[in-house]
């Protein structure tokens, strides 16, 4: 039997995964593992195969591929014009730095046992042998920031939690990935799911938390089958419970489903979702690590953030900070997508260039055009002409351009992009989304999708341009939270970098 | 149970396709809360649907990387193709509703139907699969 993986990924299966697995599944020599996704999502559904000399890879394979395959030598990893040499040599691969994502598309996902062969569990190891509140002391000498898109530093919000003495606090993961043209938590949800619930774990035992819960989002239904079944058999495992790992502590896990809603990607109206109620933002202070759900001191982390706290534990604070730039540490999952030729995951240290990323990893665009524009940060995040693309990924080089690395998506334009279509897009889509309790958010976004409207056709557009700028100002000072307050980053960096689209 | 209305909601419209007018004064009932309560969280959520969905329910990815990839062009094939715009739904037989990213932005333009999300979709793409029975299979 030879060992054979296709990736049950979500992006995998959206271009034909299960019709290859099954084609494979077919021939007796087959040993089947569905795998998560390596993120080399443009050759997806890339296979695997395990040989003596390493795991060589093949893609994109379609299911008519496979016998085709087999006919070469597939099993011992045979020449095939769909072959692409070893798996961990390819140049996408070897050229990132996978810590969060180490066992992404390396292992079964829900495979324990593989799991805790390639390192897992021995951060939540290390947590239990030391005190809560050195647990949270690595944390913050690691340098972690929230890398759901504020980038707030995690030890100081768990410091917090610590500190905030509450017969009752919780650990709610922020799986609502709703940022467009970001899928690390998907992928990560679906490939290496037990990373996150021994990261959450981790989060409960160091602040005295015992209940946990993930918020996921109903846009990933794979997601939410992986999860379930990931803390059924973590729970199985004696790893959730009233005893975690024989330690005499307890953490209890439960998944949530969302109900498509943008804003309760947001945290406080995240919590409000979790009470049952509208997902309306609420005021700040109290922030949720004082008075989060149900009112008790509350970790609100992304799903990123707490994935990466088993590693800093097994190898040290030390060793995590060591990686980056600056104030922005460690390593960083960024997403490329939209019209790029090589699309996937890159997980690397934060300072890699837009352009090292769009055009040495992505090769440029997918249709061969010039690249137009680039919207790093998802829908709330500033377009980038091709001009600007030097630009290194960390938080603070991006804020000092106006822009900022948000969930770390990346989407690419080529150049028949119209750009007042796509600011007047990002206002529209913040009027959909508005939770409505701000006005800035509720009314402005509607008045922004008119104004853009106003201005293409206007005689005067300098003059259109001036109220749209205002309005753009107010919406990100009086807002109540990011949507209202970040819709201008879009819109503005549209106006400034491609006045052209407006008539201007 | 920690805040039970939104796991409620979700079971009722996965089992009935959508949250009938009824429904309303017996969940909050049941969650001692009340009608005005239940309603509010109903109309708040895109995925709430007060009226049953079409025998087909296709979802058409309209964010910025599937636009980026001809999203736009996609989107209006499939309101052609069903004859129906996104947003409504057709003689009981085909819902279209927009959707905002379903995480494949590295294999878009991306169109879910019957739940079943789909990558890399062009028009003919599109017809092939909506001319295909629903796959068996959601391993």
């Known amino acids: 039997m030879t060992r054979v993986y296709v990736p049950r990924d979500a992006a995998a299966r959206s271009v034909g995964a299960d019709a290859v697995a099954r084609a494979l599944a077919a021939d007796p020599r087959v040993q089947l593992v569905r795998n998560g996704s390596r993120g080399l999502l443009w050759l997806e559904p890339m296979i695997e195969v395990e040989t003596a000399a390493g795991r060589v890879a093949y893609g994109p394979v379609a299911a008519a591929d496979v016998p085709a395959l087999l006919a070469a030598g597939l099993l011992d990893g045979g020449d095939h014009p769909l072959r692409l040499g070893l798996t961990e040599a390819l140049p996408y691969l070897a050229r990132q730095t996978r810590l969060t994502f180490a066992r992404c598309g390396v292992i079964d996902p829900l495979d324990l046992d593989a799991y805790r062969a390639h390192g897992g569990m021995r951060g939540l190891a290390a947590a239990i042998a030391l005190a809560p509140a050195e647990v949270v002391a690595q944390v913050t000498r690691s340098g972690l920031r929230g890398r759901g898109g504020a980038a707030f530093p995690a030890g100081v919000k768990w410091q917090t939690v610590l500190d905030t003495p509450a017969p009752q606090k919780y650990v709610v993961c922020n799986a609502d990935e709703g940022d467009s043209g970001t899928f690390s938590d998907r992928m990560l949800m679906e490939g290496d799911p037990f990373v996150l619930i021994e990261g959450m774990i981790i989060a409960g035992l160091a602040v005295g938390a015992t209940r946990g819960f993930i918020y996921l989002r109903s846009e990933y239904p794979d997601a939410a089958r992986t999860l379930g079944e990931a803390i059924a058999r973590a729970a199985a495992a004696g790893y959730l419970g009233d005893d975690v790992a024989g330690s005499g502590r307890a953490f209890h896990l439960e998944l949530r489903i969302g109900a498509g809603s943008y804003v309760c990607g947001e945290e406080t109206a995240l919590l409000e979702s979790l009470e049952g109620k509208r997902g309306v933002v609420r005021p700040r202070p109290p922030v949720p690590a004082v008075a989060g759900l149900l009112g008790a001191p509350t970790i609100v982390n992304n799903v990123g953030t707490l994935a990466s706290v088993p590693v800093i534990l097994d190898r040290g604070a030390d060793a995590y900070a060591a990686l980056g730039v600056g104030r922005s540490r460690g390593t960083i999952a960024f997403q490329l997508g939209g019209n790029v030729a090589r699309g996937g995951l890159v997980e690397a240290p934060p300072g890699l260039t837009v352009r090292e990323l769009v055009h040495d990893f992505g090769g440029g665009t997918a249709s061969g055009r010039p690249v137009r524009a680039v919207q790093v940060g998802g829908p709330l995040g500033a377009y980038l002409p091709a001009s600007a693309l030097d630009v290194a990924l960390d938080y603070e080089a991006l804020a000092a351009r106006g822009a900022l690395l948000g969930h770390g998506g990346v989407v690419v334009f080529d150049d028949t992009v119209d750009m007042a279509k796509m600011a007047r897009f990002a206002l529209e889509f913040c009027a959909i989304e508005s939770c409505g309790k701000c006005t800035p958010c509720r009314i402005g976004a509607r008045r922004g999708v008119e104004l853009v409207d106003q201005l293409v056709k206007s005689k005067r557009p300098a003059d259109e341009a001036a109220v749209l700028r205002e309005l753009c100002d107010t919406m990100t000072h009086a807002s109540l939270c990011a949507l209202g307050g970040m819709t201008a980053y879009p819109v503005e960096s549209a106006l400034r970098h491609f006045p052209e689209d407006f008539g201007l | ?139």
Request: charged share 25%; glycine share 8%.
């Open chain 2, 1 to 139: 149970m920690v805040g039970p209305l939104l796991p409620v909601l979700n079971e009722v419209q996965s089992e009935l396709g959508y949250i009938p007018e009824h429904a309303i004064p017996r969940i909050a009932a049941a969650l001692n809360l009340s009608r005005a309560e239940v309603h509010g969280v109903v109309s708040f959520y895109h995925d709430y649907r007060t009226r049953p969905p079409g025998r087909r329910v296709v979802k058409v990815c309209r964010a910025e990387a599937c636009q980026a990839m001809g999203g736009d062009a996609l989107a209006a094939h499939v309101e052609a193709r069903l004859g129906c715009a996104i947003g409504e739904t057709r003689d009981d037989e085909v819902t279209v509703d927009a959707a905002y990213c379903f995480g494949n932005c590295a294999c878009a333009p991306a169109v879910m139907i019957d739940g079943a999300l789909h990558g890399r979709v062009t028009p003919a793409r599109f017809d092939e699969l909506v001319g295909a029975p629903a796959e068996e299979e959601r391993s």
